[in-house]
């Protein structure tokens, strides 16, 4: 359904049914949605560079660039940071450290392999915690987050969310992601990813751990809402992908 991952709609469904050779089979990815998240992230990890989603590097470079663009950054932060293609990009920005959290242990293994050959002169950690109730004491400069949001719950928990993010930035910190506004309602595709959250709520329903992953999840103007809520002061940024990513919109939350 996306490239950018679970949550959005930039990307095409011939695009993400489309899989590099080396990729997951059909049958991996069956094994994976009925495994709990974490567990089926963990079965995924050696070949999720591989799959349509992890997030471009054409989306990553953009969002690179807007940082940057805003002066030094001594530290960052990558929320539900998988095999760490956001990571590589935040390492490049940041002078001092960056730090990479998720929930799939499997996921950080791969990460850490990849980043030791990465640019940039930060301080690379990692840590397996549950981004919903993080504690990182307004230590960073920037957060990002890519792919992630249709794992995290509408409702409480994406105010438990935003509240992590508010508590790991510093005043005038900022969150950086990508997102898609409000759908078109006789989209195709919208009622496609519908087709599929259903899917995933029927499997929950009668399946133990529950397997979270859901489409059209922390969009504008939802996302806006939440954030300015909970302090932030946000700006959006449409226009700076064409073609297959011209829905997408990048997003800085500034914390006041």
């Not at 805003?70 to 002078?95: E, S």
């Not at 990692?126 to 949001?149: H, I, N, W, Y």
């Not at 709520?201 to 806006?224: E, G, I, K, Q, S």
């Amino acid at each position: 359904l996306t490239a950018i991952g679970p949550g959005s709609e930039a990307f095409s469904w011939s695009e993400a049914t489309h899989f590099h050779p080396q990729g997951p089979t059909f049958a991996e990815l069956a094994q994976q949605a009925l495994s709990g998240t974490t567990q089926g992230y963990d079965l995924l990890a050696n070949k999720f560079e591989y799959t349509p989603f992890r997030t471009p590097d054409a989306l990553l470079e953009v969002v690179q660039d807007r940082i940057a663009a805003q002066g030094p950054v001594a530290r960052g932060v990558d929320l539900c940071c998988g095999t760490g293609a956001g990571l590589a990009h935040l390492k490049q920005v940041c002078t001092e450290e960056v730090l990479g959290v998720d929930l799939s242990q499997g996921m950080l293994d791969v990460a850490q392999e990849r980043l030791e050959q990465t640019p940039g002169q930060a301080r690379v950690s990692l840590m397996q915690s549950d981004a919903l109730d993080l504690d990182l004491k307004e230590r960073f400069d920037v957060l990002t987050c890519f792919g992630a949001f249709g794992h995290i719950l509408e409702g409480e928990q994406e105010e438990r969310f935003v509240q992590s993010v508010h508590r790991a930035l510093r005043a005038g910190g900022r969150f950086v992601f990508i997102t898609s506004g409000k759908p078109d309602p006789l989209s195709w595709r919208v009622w496609a990813a519908k087709a599929f959250n259903a899917s995933i709520h029927a499997r929950n329903a009668v399946m133990d751990p529950p397997f979270h992953m859901y489409y059209l999840t922390f969009r504008l103007p939802r996302a806006t809402e939440l954030l300015e809520a909970a302090g932030f002061e946000v700006h959006a940024e449409r226009g700076l992908w064409q073609d297959k990513f011209r829905g997408a919109i990048l997003v800085q939350a500034t914390k006041r």
